[in-house]
């Protein structure tokens, strides 16, 4: 038998949003999760973001600069060198993280420009390259840059993701989204080659040579490899809802318990 309930109990008036106390029952969560610094995840991004920046550096440096920009690799690679960039300066001073719909897509574009590489590029005859080759003393530079952006930067990238940063921030209608610079990217180096005719380095990547397989080759390539890139990113927006967080912080309640007295 339960206790009646007494009926003179006063009434407790209910606190207006506004008022101090009731600011915790409205806030959104991420504005009450505990803020610290991460020195570590802020040291590993920047050196990340200084990598990718240095390999772009020596692309450009060996080859054409308007070339070697115009390459998705070395673009998805600048991005990834800025998102870092940003993600180690918050995680330095301890502010939120970057969306991730920010960092989702630059794990995304570096992925997808490596896995394109290794599967399609790396056999290629003749050889691929962003510069056409080099020579003379700094002939070893360019496959050491080609090698960092296609292989270190990728796997460092997937490794910040998963061992420092917090798991399911991304959402499936996101991978619809990142689809967009991919098909930007098609338009331009469609558009690029129009503009060149005859020059030697009027597509940059062979299976995009319209002058080879013309238009409706080229589009039945890209809609393959916007099919698998789609796949990828839906892959990857799966995973990050599955995978188990590796940040935690412990909670700052303001209340420190303390040994009776006596």
């Not at 806030?27 to 990340?48: D, K, M």
């Not at 570096?110 to 080099?134: E, N, Y």
């Amino acid at each position: 038998m339960t206790a009646p309930i007494p009926r003179d109990l006063p009434d407790i008036p209910a606190l207006p949003r506004t008022h101090p106390a009731s600011a915790a029952l409205f806030a959104p969560a991420r504005a009450v999760v505990p803020l610290v610094r991460r020195p570590p995840a802020a040291t590993y991004r920047l050196v990340l973001a200084l990598l990718a920046a240095g390999a772009v550096l020596v692309e450009t440096l060996l080859g054409s600069p308007v070339r070697v920009l115009s390459h998705f690799t070395v673009q998805s690679a600048l991005l990834l060198a800025l998102v870092t960039l940003a993600s180690a300066r918050r995680a330095w001073s301890a502010r939120h993280p970057l969306p991730g719909a920010i960092t989702g897509a630059a794990l995304l574009y570096v992925i997808t420009a490596s896995l394109v590489h290794h599967i399609l590029l790396a056999d290629a005859a003749p050889r691929f390259s962003m510069t056409d080759g080099t020579a003379g003393t700094a002939g070893w530079l360019e496959p050491l840059a080609a090698h960092t952006l296609h292989t270190v930067l990728p796997i460092a990238a997937l490794l910040d993701w998963l061992l420092l940063t917090p798991p399911a921030r991304t959402r499936l209608r996101q991978a619809a989204t990142w689809m967009l610079y991919p098909l930007a990217y098609l338009a331009f180096t469609l558009i690029r080659g129009e503009l060149l005719p005859g020059s030697p380095a009027r597509y940059l990547y062979p299976f995009l040579d319209v002058a080879r397989h013309g238009y409706r080759g080229v589009l039945a390539n890209a809609l393959l490899l916007g099919l698998a890139f789609y796949a990828l990113a839906v892959l990857l927006v799966a995973l990050d809802h599955t995978r188990p967080n590796p940040v935690r912080h412990r909670p700052k309640t303001g209340f420190r318990l303390r040994p009776p007295v006596g």
